[in-house]
């Protein structure tokens, strides 16, 4: 069931400072909003592959799954809820708004990452 596969960790590692660098340095209405979506459901797909011996359609269930529970948790305020609102890390990265332009973009990153991994195990 466990497992360390170093591709996909180093994956993880660029994919986490690329969103990093989004959320620091990046103001614009694309990038940051969908770019960013579509990004890190590739790298929870990513990190979740690095250490869980499952299969790519499983792993890619269950990222789309958790990526719909976090925003669905947006809508509901899971930010003031839990008492973190005006805390910055929090909001960055449970975020705060509820958008369905964001569950395409999980979709789409989800899709990417299980077609990709289906054709490299070919």
Known sequence: MFTFKKKYFLLTVI???IEVLI???VRDRFIRPYGG??????LIYCFLRTFINQSPLR???FTLI?????EIAQYFKIVEILGLKGNRLAEIVIGTGYSNHDLVAY???VLVCYFFDRSAEK
């Open 15 to 17: 994919l986490f400072i």
């Open 23 to 25: 959320a620091l340095f």
């Open 37 to 42: 979506d579509f990004l890190v459901v590739i």
């Open 59 to 61: 792993i890619a269930i």
């Open 66 to 70: 958790f990526s719909f529970a976090v």
């Open 107 to 109: 979709t789409l990153g």
